[in-house]
């Protein structure tokens, strides 16, 4: 039983790790617009500069300045930030298709880096000895487990929040404005380029603490971590919960991490170790056939922002006219 709910505090903390990239994404994609297919691209940034920041000092390796968890998640932001803005400023010109392609570039390219600059990363080996929250209680799973839970739960929550407030705020009414329509919103002396620079700047940031998270949870990182099925199953996650909101987000994260985890467990059962590698495909099945489920039976996704429907349909009125053509 104790199991159990261990296992569930470390399947809600990777669901909330998930729903951090989700938000950082919805700001992108669902406020403004901006069709970002890199997303495993500035995770593994946010990852790899909290790692180099945080770890103890390393033979042959860059980086071990062992400083604490707290620096290395802003110094993952900060990085992620300006990595995501200097990609804006040389991409955000382009249109929805050539931008995804370019920053699907960008993520492969922050791959092979980390794959190959061995010195920096670690290349295939990666870089481990990350330094956890609560560490000292990894002895007792079911107590370090609750206790990360706790950690990344405020974390996400505060995210959400913050991001609820600007989504409200004229910045974000602004951002609105641009993905609705871009031409009236330059028409009032706003500058498109601007803040689309600032909103890919803030989403890569959020993407990048969660890859700081996510690798002080772990306590490893590897490049084979930042493949592109992560891009996918954050994609999924957004357009299941509902692109625009970011309860949706949360909620979608869940879910579909829900039913990734859920296939793979059911995997093993049903399968031999032999056959697992291959019946391994059947996760992303699940994932499609639920995606078109959901998109046929809501358009919007589960929480996306749909038009509200009045509860009671009302006739409309008939006003009378005489043969003079007046009403009475």
């Avoid at 404005?177 to 689309?196: H, M």
């Avoid at 971590?225 to 909620?251: C, D, E, H, R």
């Avoid at 019946?279 to 489920?293: K, R």
Wanted: net charge positive.
């Amino acid at each position: 039983m104790m199991d159990i709910v261990g296992y569930g505090a470390f399947f809600l903390t990777t669901a909330l790790i998930f729903s951090l990239i989700t938000l950082g994404l919805n700001l992108q994609w669902g406020l403004t617009g901006l069709f970002n297919v890199g997303v495993a691209g500035f995770v593994a940034i946010g990852a790899y500069t909290s790692a180099l920041l945080t770890t103890p000092d390393t033979v042959g390796r860059f980086g071990g300045f062992d400083m604490p968890i707290l620096v290395g998640w802003l110094g993952a932001m900060a990085v992620a930030a300006i990595a995501a803005a200097i990609t804006g400023v040389a991409t955000l010109r382009l249109k929805s298709d050539y931008l995804a392609i370019t920053t699907f570039g960008v993520a492969v390219v922050v791959q092979l880096v980390a794959l190959n600059a061995q010195s920096l990363t670690g290349g295939p080996f990666g870089i481990g000895f990350i330094p956890r929250p609560f560490g000292g209680l990894a002895a007792t799973p079911l107590l370090f487990n609750f206790s990360n839970l706790s950690v990344v739960a405020a974390v996400t929550l505060v995210t959400y929040l913050a991001l609820e407030h600007l989504a409200r705020s004229p910045w974000g009414r602004v951002l609105k404005g641009l993905r609705e329509d871009e031409r009236a919103a330059i028409s009032l002396g706003k500058s498109a380029r601007f803040y689309r620079v600032q909103a890919f700047a803030v989403g890569g940031a959020i993407m990048g603490l969660a890859g700081a998270v996510q690798a002080h949870f772990i306590g490893f990182i590897a490049p084979d971590n930042y493949v592109p099925i992560l891009t996918f199953q954050v994609w999924v996650m957004l357009i299941v919960g509902g692109s625009g909101s970011n309860k949706g987000a949360v909620a979608g994260s869940i879910l579909v991490w829900g039913i990734w985890a859920g296939s793979g467990a059911l995997t093993s059962i049903l399968f031999t170790p032999e056959q697992q590698a291959r019946a391994a495909s059947l996760q992303i099945v699940a994932i499609g056939v639920m995606l078109c489920v959901i998109l046929l039976v809501r358009p919007n996704g589960i929480l996306g922002n749909l038009p509200r429907r009045p509860r009671f349909s009302k006739k409309p009125r008939q006003i009378a006219v005489d043969q003079d053509g007046a009403t009475p």
